[in-house]
């Protein structure tokens, strides 16, 4: 099924004609629990990787030991949870066994403790993208296929994971590997994705209000306050207030949530900084943005069509499939260079 945003709630460039110069497609990704192949675009899928090529680990976390939790353990307690949620019991009763109990508080990260690792921990596929389903992927001459790989634990630079990308062509793999290398502990159960297929949409965005100048962004911001309902006052009834929702530029109107290829960065804790291309110092642009959620309580208006009618618990439900966690639900941004999308890319926490 495809995923289809709403129109946005109105034509943000036509109240203030400046944007629209600014406007740029992004390409919102939808994923979605499922079983993707090696042949399909995923986030949390297998990759279609050359059996002869060595698979990518971390020189920064070998063995012969880790405090984590085993990735096994992690996708057993997220399902005994599904589970657990799904089947009835009585009022006050607890929602796990006891035996279930165990097995779920093992995989938390409460429930990190030393386990073995033989050499470099085996990097963790987290999305492959294929230009066939992704036009807009911006492949370097001679590639077709984007894969990106990280490291399950945090790294002390800036408590991110690792990352690793590989462009390749997708004809070039004869012979693919079947199984891939997995680590035998994490250190984190918010870097493991679960598999989920992928329902490319294309959309269109306008910059963060911390990329606008700053005479434009001081405009937006008063447009957002005159059409904010005011707070109703004391004794007044509150039922008038119940369909009126304020529209807000950022969360509204401007930059797509969820995961996502190219659009603009959604700029959060920290105001746009300068970054180049490590390698030959050229200007980069946004690759990927890895979100854990596809929308909230904050950007609820970027929920897709087919998705309106899930009432269900939101961690849970369609927005949250690939059970990531950045940060402190924070984006995981990839930049690449304009020149040579092959260099080294660039990444950022927002």
């Given at each position: 099924m495809p995923r289809t945003t709403p129109p946005r709630p109105l034509d943000i460039a036509a109240l203030f004609p400046e944007l629209a110069p600014m406007a740029r497609t992004a390409v919102r990704l939808h994923p979605r629990?499922?079983?993707?192949?090696?042949?399909?675009s995923s986030?949390?899928?297998?990759?279609?990787?050359?059996?002869?090529?060595?698979?990518?680990?971390?020189?920064?976390?070998?063995?012969?030991?880790?405090?984590?939790v085993a990735p096994d353990d992690v996708r057993l307690g997220r399902r005994i949870l599904d589970e657990a949620w799904d089947r009835p019991r009585a009022e006050g009763a607890d929602l796990l066994t006891p035996e279930e109990?165990?097995?779920?508080?093992?995989?938390?990260?409460?429930?990190?403790?030393?386990?073995?690792?033989?050499?470099?921990?085996?990097?963790?596929?987290?999305?492959?993208?294929?230009?066939?389903?992704?036009?807009?992927?911006?492949?370097?001459?001679?590639?077709?296929l984007l894969q990106v790989l990280w490291c399950p634990f945090d790294h002390a630079a800036d408590h991110l994971p690792a990352v690793t990308l590989r462009w390749r062509a997708s004809t070039d793999v004869t012979d693919p590997l079947a199984t891939a290398p997995?680590?035998?502990?994490?250190?984190?159960?918010?870097?493991?994705?679960?598999?989920?297929?992928?329902?490319?949409?294309?959309?269109?965005?306008?910059?963060?209000?911390?990329?606008?100048?700053?005479?434009?962004?001081d405009?937006?911001?008063?447009?957002e306050e005159e059409q904010t309902p005011e707070e109703p006052e004391d004794g007044d009834e509150l039922d008038e207030l119940d369909d009126?929702?304020?529209?807000?530029?950022?969360?509204?109107?401007?930059?797509?949530?969820?995961?996502?290829?190219?659009?603009?960065?959604?700029?959060?804790?920290?105001d746009p900084f300068s970054m180049a291309c490590p390698e030959c110092g050229s200007a980069v642009r946004?690759?990927?943005?890895?979100?854990?959620?596809?929308?909230?309580?904050?950007?609820?208006?970027?929920?897709?069509?087919?998705?309106?009618?899930?009432?269900?618990?939101?961690?849970?439900?369609?927005?949250?499939?690939?059970?990531?966690?950045?940060?402190?639900?924070?984006?995981?941004?990839?930049?690449?260079?304009?020149?040579?999308?092959?260099h080294p890319h660039v990444q950022n926490l927002q």
């Open positions: 629990a499922g079983a993707p192949t090696a042949a399909d986030i949390g899928g297998p990759l279609l990787w050359p059996a002869h090529e060595p698979w990518p680990t971390c020189p920064d976390h070998a063995g012969p030991s880790h405090r984590g109990r165990v097995i779920v508080d093992r995989a938390s990260i409460s429930g990190r403790t030393r386990m073995p690792q033989d050499g470099p921990a085996p990097m963790i596929p987290v999305v492959q993208l294929y230009a066939a389903d992704v036009p807009a992927l911006p492949c370097p001459a001679g590639t077709d997995q680590p035998s502990v994490i250190g984190n159960d918010d870097y493991l994705p679960e598999p989920c297929v992928l329902h490319p949409e294309t959309v269109t965005e306008y910059p963060a209000p911390h990329e606008l100048p700053e005479d434009l962004a405009r937006i911001e008063a447009w009126v929702t304020a529209i807000g530029y950022q969360y509204d109107l401007s930059v797509a949530p969820g995961c996502k290829l190219g659009g603009y960065a959604p700029w959060s804790f920290s946004p690759l990927l943005t890895i979100d854990g959620s596809e929308w909230d309580g904050g950007n609820g208006s970027w929920r897709p069509v087919e998705d309106a009618g899930y009432t269900g618990l939101h961690y849970r439900g369609p927005s949250c499939a690939t059970q990531l966690n950045i940060g402190r639900s924070y984006n995981l941004q990839l930049y690449v260079c304009t020149v040579a999308p092959g």
